[in-house]
């Protein structure tokens, strides 16, 4: 089993930054790909971001590619996503995810283990 707690989220006005943090708990924490998610208001789940077990590989969504940077630390079970350059659409709850492999994907039905989310507001 694994559990994972999102934090870092708030308020922040466009342009401005956030980091948002995953924190897990559990065994074999560097078994997991991790993958960030986002809901926004009236919108499916998308993929937002995604790391290897090893934080090797990482891969982005068009959409956030070149503002938002993605890491991880294992020996403190944790994965970063840094966001700079915040607008407006990227208002949702960000989700963080595990899958049991060592390549990550942005597509939401391949993890096993889900954060509760943490809200991001982008607005002035």
């Known amino acids: 089993q694994l559990q994972l707690v999102e934090s870092g989220g708030g308020l922040v006005q466009p342009g401005g930054s956030l980091r948002l943090t995953c924190t897990a708990s559990g065994l074999n924490f560097d078994y997991y790909a991790i993958g960030w998610f986002r809901r926004a208001p009236g919108k499916e789940r998308e993929g937002v971001s995604c790391i290897s077990n090893s934080g090797g590989g990482t891969n982005y969504a068009a959409s956030v590619k070149g503002r938002f940077t993605i890491s991880r630390d294992n020996a403190k079970n944790t994965v970063y996503l840094q966001m700079d350059s915040l607008k407006p659409e990227d208002t949702a709850i960000y989700y963080c995810?595990?899958?049991?492999?060592?390549?990550?994907?942005?597509?939401?039905?391949?993890?096993?283990?889900w954060g509760q989310g943490t809200q991001v507001t982008v607005s002035s």
């Open positions: 995810a595990a899958r049991p492999f060592r390549r990550c994907e942005l597509r939401d039905n391949t993890y096993e283990y």
